[in-house]
């Protein structure tokens, strides 16, 4: 991967009111350094994992991160001396800095990570591998090395549906992180940890023709607090909620906030149409501990396709979304798509 910098001004898609001949859209392609890492596991007992397992591992990390890391022994983050400095709040309830200018009135802004569940992994035998995708975002790169060393506690405790009991223990063999030359080996069990810098995916030419849309996990978007439901995806409505996730990452989590013309942009949307669209509702509940309730986390799954030719003004932000998912649940692994042309 490349880092990609600068401005360009783009002309978009037209709209009923905007002509892209009347109006120049001054956007600059956004620039979140990311780093994509591969953990392989072994599993040490029967690992039996739900259908859609981005819940658990959100789970099993954050509780053996919390242990790894806290040393006031505080049930409470924001009441400890430390939340602000140490890494558990900043991973997993990310305040947003005392004189932030965006999200004032929340508790906290996006997280610095994606975990990826491998579709293929659910029942896993004892000596079988397995394992688990983790993308960090920006400055959540640098807390790698505890990333890695809380799944690696995890699976001492365990994982999945028979963890209480015993089951769902593993170890851990190694890990690589996605580089443009491909997988590369970064970390070996009891070895050294040598990773690479994240970098910004490098953005390929627009193509002509056409852009298929592929949504692997399910796709939850509310507009105007109704869920969209196949039948209702627009992309304005995909667009403006990928624009304002990775606008959040990049205020909280980079050097280089997004800038661009926000509104121009979502009105531009306006005028890209889908077609071909084969989409389905794909029911989904997890069970959150805070909470004590089964959550509806159900959203699209399927795919569509994009004309290439009006797609110039969204384009690096589509292509960069592929890291980032896009919607509700992000940070399980939901909202992932990716582009086919």
Same mark, same amino acid.
């Given at each position: 991967?490349?880092?990609?910098?600068?401005?360009?001004?783009?002309?978009?898609?037209?709209?009923?009111?905007?002509?892209?001949?009347?109006?120049? &859209? /001054?956007?600059?392609?956004?620039?979140?350094?990311?780093?994509?890492?591969?953990?392989?596991?072994?599993?040490?007992?029967?690992?039996?994992? @739900?259908?859609?397992?981005?819940?658990?591992?959100?789970?099993?990390?954050?509780?053996?991160?919390?242990?790894?890391?806290? &040393?006031?022994?505080?049930?409470? !983050?924001?009441?400890?001396?430390?939340?602000?400095?140490?890494?558990?709040?900043?991973?997993?309830?990310?305040? @947003?800095?005392?004189?932030?200018?965006?999200?004032?009135?929340?508790?906290?802004?996006?997280?610095?990570?994606?975990?990826?569940?491998?579709? +293929? !992994?659910?029942?896993?035998?004892?000596?079988?591998?397995?394992?688990?995708?983790? &993308?960090?975002?920006?400055? =959540?790169?640098?807390?790698?090395?505890?990333?890695?060393?809380?799944?690696?506690?995890?699976? *001492?405790?365990?994982? =999945?549906?028979?963890?209480? %009991?015993?089951?769902?223990?593993?170890?851990?063999?190694?890990?690589? /992180?996605e580089t443009?030359?491909?997988?590369?080996?970064?970390?070996? #069990? =009891?070895?050294?940890?040598?990773?690479?810098? #994240? /970098?910004? @995916?490098?953005?390929?030419?627009?193509?002509?023709g056409p852009?298929?849309?592929?949504?692997?996990?399910?796709?939850?978007?509310?507009?105007?607090?109704?869920?969209?439901?196949?039948?209702?995806?627009?992309? $304005? +409505?995909?667009?403006? #909620?990928?624009?304002? $996730?990775?606008?959040?990452?990049?205020?909280?989590?980079?050097?280089?906030?997004?800038?661009? +013309?926000? $509104?121009?942009? &979502?009105?531009?949307?306006?005028?890209?149409?889908?077609?071909?669209?084969d989409l389905?509702?794909?029911?989904?509940?997890?069970?959150?501990?805070?909470? +004590?309730?089964?959550? *509806?986390?159900?959203?699209?799954? =399927?795919?569509?396709?994009? @004309?290439?030719?009006?797609?110039?003004?969204?384009?690096?932000?589509?292509?960069?979304? /592929?890291?980032?998912?896009?919607?509700?649940?992000?940070?399980?692994?939901?909202?992932?798509? %990716?582009?086919?042309?």
């Amino acid at each position: 991967m490349q880092l990609e910098t600068g401005k360009r001004k783009m002309t978009p898609a037209a709209s009923s009111d905007i002509a892209p001949d009347e109006t120049d &859209v /001054q956007h600059a392609d956004p620039s979140i350094p990311l780093a994509r890492h591969r953990l392989h596991l072994i599993a040490e007992t029967a690992v039996r994992l @739900p259908a859609y397992a981005g819940s658990s591992w959100r789970g099993a990390l954050g509780h053996a991160l919390k242990r790894t890391v806290c &040393v006031t022994g505080g049930r409470h !983050c924001p009441d400890c001396l430390l939340y602000r400095s140490c890494v558990y709040p900043y991973v997993f309830e990310t305040p @947003p800095p005392e004189r932030a200018e965006k999200l004032r009135k929340y508790p906290a802004a996006p997280h610095p990570f994606v975990i990826e569940p491998w579709a +293929d !992994c659910r029942d896993v035998g004892p000596g079988e591998t397995f394992g688990v995708d983790l &993308v960090l975002i920006g400055r =959540g790169q640098s807390q790698l090395a505890y990333f890695i060393e809380a799944l690696r506690r995890a699976g *001492q405790t365990g994982i =999945g549906k028979g963890a209480a %009991r015993g089951e769902g223990r593993y170890a851990l063999a190694y890990v690589e /992180q996605e580089t443009a030359a491909g997988w590369q080996t970064i970390y070996t #069990a =009891g070895g050294r940890l040598e990773s690479q810098a #994240a /970098q910004t @995916p490098a953005i390929p030419p627009l193509p002509a023709g056409p852009v298929r849309v592929e949504l692997s996990t399910p796709l939850r978007l509310k507009v105007a607090e109704d869920l969209v439901t196949p039948e209702r995806l627009r992309f $304005r +409505d995909f667009f403006s #909620a990928l624009l304002r $996730r990775l606008s959040l990452l990049s205020y909280f989590h980079t050097d280089t906030p997004l800038d661009t +013309d926000f $509104r121009a942009l &979502v009105q531009a949307a306006e005028a890209v149409a889908l077609t071909d669209a084969d989409l389905r509702w794909h029911d989904w509940t997890r069970y959150s501990a805070r909470q +004590d309730a089964l959550l *509806q986390m159900g959203g699209l799954v =399927g795919t569509f396709t994009l @004309p290439g030719a009006a797609l110039a003004p969204f384009w690096p932000c589509l292509w960069l979304g /592929q890291w980032t998912h896009v919607g509700k649940g992000a940070v399980m692994g939901l909202g992932r798509y %990716r582009l086919v042309f």
